[in-house]
């Protein structure tokens, strides 16, 4: 019924970009908080970046290094994720999660409750 919706994911060069977007199915999500994790084979998910209701509050991974930008389009309810020169250590699957705490998205349900809404997930597949 509601549902929030990952693309963008794709095979890039190292040192390339991508794009992801993020886009949920109704209006609710101009009142949650939004953010990204992502999980390689083999590996926890780990938290990638998270933003506030307006956008005015915005959280990200240390690993990121300035690379990553996180950026929401309530007209369109949808959460973007811009990812600049890409190395082969971001391949992962990427979910988008949602929650009406920022506190809640930025843990993804670590050490308490989880998101009310989690993504299906995109694949980033980066090569050397």
């Known amino acids: 019924q509601v549902q929030l919706v990952e693309s963008g994911g794709g095979l890039v060069q190292a040192g390339g970009s991508l794009r992801l977007s993020c886009t949920a199915s109704?209006?609710?999500?101009?009142?949650?908080?939004m953010g990204w994790f992502r999980q390689a084979p083999g590996k926890e998910r780990e938290f990638v970046a998270a933003i506030t209701v307006s956008g005015g509050g915005i959280s990200y991974a240390d690993f990121e290094k300035g690379r990553f930008t996180i950026s929401r389009d309530n007209s369109k309810n949808t959460m973007y994720l811009q990812m600049n020169n890409l190395q082969p250590e971001d391949t992962a699957v990427y979910y988008c999660?949602?929650?009406?705490?920022?506190?809640?998205?930025?843990?993804?349900?670590?050490?308490?409750?989880?998101?009310?809404?989690w993504g299906q997930g995109t694949q980033v597949t980066v090569s050397s």
């Open positions: 999660n949602a929650d009406r705490s920022f506190e809640t998205v930025r843990l993804g349900g670590a050490g308490g409750t989880p998101p009310e809404y």
């Open positions: 109704a209006r609710t999500f101009e009142r949650y908080a």
